[in-house]
Structure formats: structure tokens, C-alpha cells
């Protein structure tokens, strides 16, 4: 089986569905992770891309594909350029799963992203993913403003109980990310949600996700 996550900004991946990822990869399955943005800077590039290796190596991805859209300015960028680059994405790799961002994330790479994926993942010229879901990602998220159609609401949940110790070795890659409690990008609060999480359906860490399409 193959699973496609789209990251708009290294470390979103890590943060929603590290867990997740390193419980598929255990599993035999193939791991792609798509990271959308870049920042500014030659050397900041180079420092984020080599955490993001890192972390997904501690993960067991398969490949990473690094795009080259600019941080922060993906709204002003044209959609159909995205939409391109994504599309070739997805039919490269044909996966049978996908994570996308949560369309109402504080950040608006976060809804280019999520929305940008859902074209490139439409079911159409032998395209089938057999499921999709959204993630959510600590400070973008939760930070937003609390209104029905911005809302994150999981409906299903990923048991990462095993799987805890590795998310966060996974994020303590990112040290250019990590920040210090109480900030949310921080390993203590990771593992406060994952507990939170958790705690809705019985086990100890968990992850959660909004279905956005089910084949049966």
C-alpha cells in the first residue's frame, strides 16, 4: 500500500501524522511525503530540508519530494502552477491513502494546500484513492478563528501508542522548529495532544484525523 502526506511547511507532517507514518512504515508500507514550500533563504533551505531527511529516515519514509513554492506567499501563487506540480504528485506515486492539511488551519498555506490536493487527488484519469483524510497541526489549527466552517472535528483515530517515542525523536529533528512550552510546537505538548487524543477511544497516544472520503 501506498500513503501520500502533503506537508505545506517541514514539520507539519511530523506534527499531524508522525505517529501514523512510522506505524505504516512498520507495517511494510511505502511512505511519500510531498513538502510543498520552501523558505527564503539558501541556507535556511538547506537546514530545513536536511531536519525534514532526517526525521523522515527515524520514520522509515520512502521517498521525500521537495517542491520549490515559496513560504508564507502561496495564496498569491497561481493556482493552476500548484495544482500542476501536485497532479504529477499524485500520479507518480498513485497512493491508496492521503493526508492533507485541515482546510481551516490558521496558516493559508495550510488551505491552498489542502484545497490543491483535493483537485490533484480528484478521482478521475485512473486516479482511485481509497481514502483521504485531514490533519491537524499544533499552533495552526487550534489558533484559528472558532467559527463553524473552520472547525476540526476528528472522526477517526490512529492508535500511535507504540509509536509515540518515535513521532517525537522525529520532531526533535526540527530543532529550527521546536519551540518552549507552553508554545504548542513544543515535545511536551505533542505528547499532550497524543495523550488527549488518546483518551477519546481508549488508549494511551493517539492521533487524530476528519474523514474526507471513504471507498468501501
Not at 511512505?31 to 531536519?51: A, G, P, Q
Not at 482511485?128 to 489558533?143: G, P
Request: proline residues 6%; glycine residues 4%; hydrophobic residues 40%.
Amino acid at each position: 500500500m501506498k500513503v501520500l502526506v502533503f506537508a505545506p511547511h517541514n514539520d507539519d507532517e511530523v506534527l499531524g501524522v508522525g505517529g501514523t507514518i512510522a506505524k505504516y512504515a512498520a507495517q511494510g508500507h511505502e511512505v511519500f511525503i510531498c513538502e510543498v514550500t520552501k523558505s527564503n533563504t539558501d541556507e535556511e533551505i538547506k537546514e530545513e530540508r536536511s531536519e525534514a531527511l532526517a526525521a523522515h529516515q527515524l520514520l522509515g519514509v520512502k521517498e521525500t519530494i521537495f517542491l520549490d513554492f515559496p513560504i508564507v506567499t502561496l495564496r498569491e501563487t497561481p493556482l493552476v502552477k500548484i495544482n500542476a506540480e501536485f497532479l504529477k504528485v499524485v500520479e507518480d506515486i498513485r497512493p491508496n491513502i492521503a493526508f492533507i492539511p485541515h482546510k481551516g488551519d490558521m496558516h493559508m498555506d495550510h488551505t491552498v494546500v489542502s484545497h490543491s490536493a483535493m483537485v490533484a487527488l480528484r478521482p478521475i484519469n485512473g486516479i482511485k484513492v481509497e481514502n483521504i483524510y485531514a490533519y491537524e497541526t499544533l499552533s495552526e489549527t487550534e489558533w484559528n478563528l472558532p467559527t463553524v466552517d473552520n472547525a476540526y472535528m476528528p472522526n477517526v483515530w490512529s492508535d500511535i501508542s507504540k509509536f509515540i517515542d518515535i513521532k517525537k525523536e522525529a520532531m526533535n529533528c526540527y530543532q529550527s522548529q521546536l519551540k518552549q512550552p507552553p508554545h504548542p510546537r513544543t515535545l511536551e505538548i505533542i505528547e499532550a495532544l497524543a495523550k488527549l487524543r488518546g483518551s477519546t477511544v481508549g488508549v494511551p497516544f493517539a492521533e487524530s484525523f476528519m474523514l474526507v472520503r471513504r471507498l468501501i
